[in-house]
């Protein structure tokens, strides 16, 4: 498969161990390479991993990344989309195309602001309908958002079809 057709997730800062599994998992199942970008809030390492007992981590096309911009500087030709709540854009109102890279911030806080002001064009949120809830589980933002690009992209249909 070709890097620059395939929509890729990044993590900046996770720090929940079981949303970061989950995520995993999903991007192993859908051949979604996984960028995680900064210090984590716990291990990656290979004992950690075979402890928790994550029988799928060898199919995570996983890649690790010091900061943002060496994210950015490793691919230098991809679109990179912002998912947070302050944006006013809803990512079902986005045309994803192959090699969008959807960048996710740290559950507690979100992606810096910086990051976002500067990015605002592609800044995309999740609409929720009821106002007393602040966001959603970050694994399941991931899900939600990350289904809807392999959708729009095609990448759910087989050559044969």
Known sequence: M??????????????????TGNIARL????????????VTGFRLDERA???????????VILHRHSSLSDLHESLPTTRF????TKADKA??????CKGDCLVF????RGLPETILKANWDRC????ILNPKIRSLNLATAVGIVLYEALRQTQAFRTPNH
Do not use: K, M
Request: proline share 10%.
């Open 2 to 19: 070709v890097h620059d057709q395939i929509i890729r997730v990044a993590l900046v800062e996770p720090e929940i161990p079981p949303n």
């Open 27 to 38: 991007c192993a199942a859908t051949h979604t390479p996984l960028h995680i970008v900064g």
């Open 49 to 59: 991993v075979r402890r928790a007992g994550l029988d799928y981590w060898p199919e």
């Open 81 to 84: 989309l912002y998912l947070t």
């Open 91 to 96: 990512y079902s109102d986005w045309a994803f």
């Open 105 to 108: 911030g740290r559950e507690t």
């Open 124 to 127: 995309l949120t999740i609409p």
